[in-house]
């Protein structure tokens, strides 16, 4: 009879302490994608429906930590922080711990982090579109460049030959004043005989 009570005893007191083990756990880590995408859905139910609000804030803030598991293929951390704030509304200020809090600091650092990200991202997008403009427009002055280094070149030329046109009109206006001189002196020369003769 005594050994049936402790045989009872021990199994009772077996079951209770693997009820309290399991119990101190806690929910079991999701390890794949397929547990994550079934955890987060169970306690999106229980956000959302749930009567109690301390069960709708164990259930926000554990979908924070799930967001920026490590081992959850699609992190969120924008997600995150609005479970965060979910959860900050549901229970009162100081119950937060440490860990939360640094959590909490460290997910609106990478929200201001990626807004100012997305305004770089912005201003570096205006700036290589002013360098592309800027540098589409050195490229046509240097075309024009070119082509007024081209026409300079033209017109030294056309200059050069204007120049030798200029010296041989020279030369033929000498030639011609020469001739004239010489048809004068035979004019004069040729009026002197018509007088000699007459």
């Not at 009570?5 to 009772?12: K, L, N, T």
């Not at 009820?19 to 955890?39: D, L, V, Y």
């Amino acid at each position: 009879m005594h050994f049936h009570f402790f045989r009872w005893a021990c199994f009772f007191l077996l079951l209770f302490f693997a009820a309290n083990c399991s119990w101190r756990q806690g929910p079991k880590e999701p390890q794949g994608e397929e547990e994550f995408i079934q955890e987060i859905s169970r306690l999106e139910g229980i956000a959302r429906y749930h009567p109690e609000a301390s069960a709708r804030a164990q259930a926000h803030l554990r979908l924070a930590f799930l967001f920026v598991n490590h081992r959850n293929p699609k992190l969120d951390y924008t997600r995150a922080l609005q479970e965060m704030n979910a959860y900050l509304s549901l229970v009162p200020a100081g119950v937060q711990n440490d860990d939360f809090q640094n959590w909490f600091a460290v997910l609106q650092e990478v929200k201001h982090l990626r807004r100012d990200g997305v305004k770089v991202r912005v201003k570096n997008q205006e700036l290589q579109t002013g360098i592309d403009q800027l540098r589409a427009n050195l490229e046509k002055a240097l075309e024009v460049n070119k082509m007024l280094h081209n026409e300079t070149g033209n017109l030294r030329e056309i200059n050069s030959r204007m120049k030798e046109a200029i010296e041989n009109l020279r030369e033929m206006n000498n030639r011609m004043k020469e001739t004239i001189e010489t048809l004068k002196n035979l004019d004069s020369q040729m009026e002197e005989r018509r007088r000699l003769i007459k």
